[in-house]
């Protein structure tokens, strides 16, 4: 049977080359890690259903950045048709926590109009004994940036999960109130397949129908 899901929301994760980026998407997507990684990754894009609410799913597109992380190498659409995304520092690596603002700044000149969603990752929880960041530094950057922040490991397949579902449920909540809107001609939220049910945004679909997108 085909899945059914209301939105789709589009995220992208970024930040400084090695900082375990591939490797999140990898294990969020199809549950596994090697060592080894690629640092060219052949696919840009994974998706995977996540329950935001009893019966409700969004289908999360996400992209990777495919070996492009050096700042302004990233295009523009990459930024501009996300709603959320993924900020990932590598613990046990200070220049890479040194980059974050610079991230925000990159990702902000290239958005406007629109806005994107942050989560703050300190990845590589695995490696305690190396790590070169606090969590209190870490909370206190993510509160600078107006972001939340959360420490995840792909190797253990530590708060993997949870980082994908805050950020998911932080833009669900901020589509509710209505501080984020559907927009013709957008990638970063589209509406789905939802049978029975007519929603009250503008591209609302019939009941029972899939609509073009
Ligand atoms: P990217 O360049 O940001 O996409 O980074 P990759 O996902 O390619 O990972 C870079 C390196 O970090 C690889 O050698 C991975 O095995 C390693 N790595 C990724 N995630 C973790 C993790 O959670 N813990 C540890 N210890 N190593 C990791
Ligand atoms: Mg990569």
Redesign the pocket.
Known sequence: MEAIWIYQFRLIVI??????????L?RFTEGN???????T?GVDFFARLVEIEPGKRVKLQLW??A?Q?RFRSITRSYYRNSVGGLL?F?ITNRRSFEHVQDWVEEAKMHVHPFQIVFLLVG?????ESKRQVTRDEAEKMASTCGMKYIE?????AVSVEESFTILTQEIYWRLKKGDISIQEGWEGIKSGFVPNVVHSSEEAVKPGRRCSC
């Open positions: 930040g400084d080359s090695t900082v375990g980026k591939s490797c999140l990898r890690f090697s060592d080894v990684s690629d640092p990754v990777d950045t070996g992380e990932v590598d990845h590589k929880c695995d490696l995840a490991s792909a190797k253990n």
